[in-house]
Structure formats: C-alpha cells, structure tokens
C-alpha cells in the first residue's frame, strides 16, 4: 500500500519526536528502525493537511507535525522501554499512528519559526520528566500532563489555551478529531477504515503493507 510522505515546506514543518533523543525514551527509535526524520501518512489524513494549509498561510503559521506514521517495531520498542500502563497504546494495533491515520501537531509562526505557547510541550514526555519518573517521583509529571487535556483551562494560561482552541479549531475544520487528554493528538474519524501499516526496508526502499 501507499503512504504519503509529507515535507517541510511554506506551511508544514517536519520534526519527529522519535526521531532524535529529546524525548521521554531518551532513544532515536525512529532511526533505530529505519524509519528516521520522515513523516508519513494515509491518504484521506494527507487530504485533511492539505484543507489546513490555506488557514494557516492566512494566519502566518505552520504546522509543526512532530509524529505521525509510527511503525509497529517502533511502538513495541516505546512500550518496552516505557512499560508502565497509559504512557503509549498497549498494543500496536490500538494506536492510530500505527495506522497512519493520527498526527501529533503543533503551530509555528512562520516568519520567525518559533512555536506558539500551548499549556505545555506536544507529549511533554521530556528526558526531565523520564529522570523524574525512573526514580519513583511521579506527582511533577501528573501534574505536567493535567496539563496536557483540554480540561486545563487556568486563567492564567489564557493565551495559551486560545492558541490551543485556533490548532483544534483549524484541525477539526478539516474533518480530524481531537483527544481529550493530549492537545496534540488529530485522529481521522471512523479508524476501522484504516488499517495496521507494516514498515520494512528493501533495497533501501520503504515498504508499506497493510496488516490483513
Ligand atoms: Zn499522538
């Protein structure tokens, strides 16, 4: 099967959180598999990205996709090093970002590339909150991903939480669903339409396949 790859450009910006160490598993899984800093997605998600596009260039902004095609050595590999219940999808197949069909996003100011403020980081699983939580202390990170849902709504983070209403509104317009406990999570709706996607590299090629 086909997967869309998608590029940074005048609207978008490709950074995969997996794909470097800045993150909570401290590890570049993405590149461990083959995969590296490249940004794949279903074709009916591509087609969602592409009716944003327009809003965002009225705007001055861009979107930031820091995950989207994640393949399934990867969130077994996620899982192993993070066991702990409620971090990444128990199996493979119950994440959508196995399926091509969910993207992690921010917004960008196009003119300067700086990240609009949001509540917190996109995942907010930093190398920080990693230390934090390997020695037993868990309350900062609780605290951090309360953070994270669209619940937050302290005054004092008002503009923060604006930034975060324009990201769903502009995401929801183009037929993509929010979750409410991650900001930065966009599902397709109707996801038994999309099946678990298999990477693997041939000849240096990337292969997709869908999981029967
Ligand atoms: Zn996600």
Not at 115 to 126: H, I, M, N, Q, S
């Amino acid at each position: 099967m086909e997967l869309k790859e998608i590029k940074s450009n005048e609207v978008f910006t490709v950074d995969m959180m997996y794909a470097g160490t800045n993150n909570m598993l401290r590890t570049n899984i993405y590149g461990r598999v083959g995969l590296g800093n490249r940004c794949f997605v279903c074709a009916d998600m591509y087609a969602c990205l592409q009716k944003v596009a327009p809003q965002l260039q009225q705007r001055g902004l861009k979107l930031k996709i820091c995950d989207a095609y994640r393949p399934p050595l990867a969130h077994q590999m996620m899982k192993e090093i993070i066991p702990m219940p409620g971090f990444f999808a128990a199996e493979a197949i119950r994440s959508q970002h196995c399926h091509a069909s969910a993207v992690d996003v921010c917004l960008v100011n196009a003119a300067t590339g700086q990240e609009l403020d949001f509540p917190c980081k996109v995942d907010a699983y930093t190398p920080y909150f990693a230390e934090e939580v390997a020695n037993g202390r868990w309350e900062e990170f609780r605290n951090h991903l309360e953070k994270a849902k669209y619940s937050w709504n302290n005054p004092q983070d008002a503009a923060k939480i604006a930034n975060r209403s324009l990201l769903r509104s502009l995401m929801e317009q183009s037929g993509l669903q929010a979750l409410e406990h991650e900001w930065w999570h966009f599902n397709l709706p109707d996801k038994d339409k999309y099946p678990m996607v298999e990477f693997s590299l041939v000849d240096g090629q990337f292969c997709f396949s869908a999981q029967k």
